[in-house]
T-cell receptor, first 117, second 112 residues
């Protein structure tokens, strides 16, 4: 596809279950970000991947959160033992390279809406 | 104090009005300033980008940056119902790694 693709678009889970959220960035984009957006809040940075460099995990809120990016393309965000406060929209964004990242040319997916009951 | 603050809204204006959206920030290192537009249940899309202080105009949209006051604005002229969305300011710097800091957003409704 032409844009950033995220799945599932909606996920309802029970407290304590694990969830996996997937992001398929724009082909050729080397930088990939995960953000979390809670109701009425701005985008909260979670993690950043750039090419083969070690990811910047500084935004992950706890060790229940992890992410990987296989082959420099698809990324999976995993939340273990989900809690109600994890309910939010998880947004993935990609950009062409480091230079473009600094100019704000992030292309966002439509997000995965997670609800933890 | 939050790193980036934004007028919370929501803001309702009649069609054709001039809209002013504003953000203030505390980190003087920010150099890149952006405005994103987010329609309901969609991802944000880049609307305007400016580097350092100054103005930038694109059609009905004008972005202003005043680094001395740590204040940025987005003006929308001749607002249209299709402009109804949430507007997020964002900023970054080379010294901030690859992170962008986003404001909480202002929801705008333009009434026909």
């Amino acid at each position: 596809g032409a844009g950033v693709s995220q799945s599932p678009s909606n996920k309802v889970t029970e407290k304590g279950k694990d969830v996996e959220l997937r992001c398929d960035p724009i082909s050729g984009h080397t930088a990939l970000y995960w953000y979390r957006q809670s109701l009425g809040q701005g985008l909260e940075f979670l993690i950043y991947f750039q090419g083969n460099s070690a990811p910047d995990k500084s935004g992950l809120p706890s060790d229940r959160f992890s992410a990987e990016r296989t082959g420099g393309s698809v990324s999976t965000l995993t939340i273990q033992r989900t809690q109600q406060e994890d309910s939010a929209v998880y947004l993935c964004a990609s950009s062409l390279d480091e230079t473009y990242s600094n100019t704000g040319e992030l292309f966002f997916g439509e997000g995965s809406r997670l609800t933890v009951l | 104090q939050k790193e980036v603050e934004q007028d919370p809204g929501p803001l309702s204006v009649p069609e054709g009005a001039i809209v002013s959206l504003n953000c203030t920030y505390s980190n003087s290192a920010f150099q890149y300033f952006m405005w994103y537009r987010q329609y309901s249940r969609k991802g944000p899309e880049l609307l305007m980008y400016t580097y350092s202080s100054g103005n930038k105009e694109d059609g009905r949209f004008t972005a202003q940056v005043d680094k001395s006051s740590k204040y940025i604005s987005l003006f929308i002229r001749d607002s249209q119902p299709s402009d109804s969305a949430t507007y997020l300011c964002a900023m970054s710097s080379l010294n901030y790694g690859q992170n962008f800091v986003f404001g909480p957003g202002t929801r705008l409704s333009v009434l026909p």
